[in-house]
């Protein structure tokens, strides 16, 4: 990817939920909604105060993150269907979930 995010901004791609319910039921594709978990792709430098230091991003690369169901701006990125938020909009990590596998092209 050749976009790096600025400042807080952290770059996101979303994470397909499963298409069955607990009970074996298959939900269509128009019944879906947005996934609110996604893997992280790349993170800005971070956030400066009032006194100018710089503050460290809490997420990183490779993190699996929970974020607001209206959170982000989507963008197309090489062919990708990605999210810039910033790091307030995301609501925590998920630890112990692998990240996806990337699909071959």
């Given at each position: 990817?050749?976009?790096?995010?600025?400042?807080?901004?952290?770059?996101?791609?979303?994470?397909?939920?499963e298409?069955?319910?607990?009970?074996?039921?298959?939900?269509?594709?128009?019944?879906?909604?947005?996934?609110?978990?996604?893997?992280?792709?790349?993170?800005?430098p971070?956030?400066?105060?009032?006194?100018?230091?710089?503050?460290?991003?809490?997420?990183?690369?490779?993190?699996?993150?929970?974020?607001?169901?209206?959170?982000?701006?989507?963008?197309?990125?090489?062919?990708?269907?990605?999210?810039?938020?910033?790091?307030?909009d995301?609501?925590?990590?998920?630890?112990?979930?692998?990240?996806?596998?990337?699909?071959?092209?």
């Amino acid at each position: 990817m050749k976009f790096k995010p600025l400042h807080d901004r952290v770059v996101v791609r979303r994470v397909e939920e499963e298409s069955k319910t607990a009970g074996g039921i298959i939900i269509p594709d128009t019944a879906k909604e947005k996934p609110m978990q996604g893997e992280v792709l790349a993170v800005g430098p971070g956030a400066r105060n009032d006194k100018g230091e710089l503050i460290a991003m809490s997420v990183k690369a490779g993190d699996r993150i929970l974020f607001g169901k209206w959170s982000g701006t989507e963008v197309k990125i090489d062919g990708q269907d990605l999210l810039i938020m910033k790091e307030s909009d995301i609501l925590g990590t998920l630890d112990g979930v692998a990240a996806p596998a990337k699909k071959a092209a």
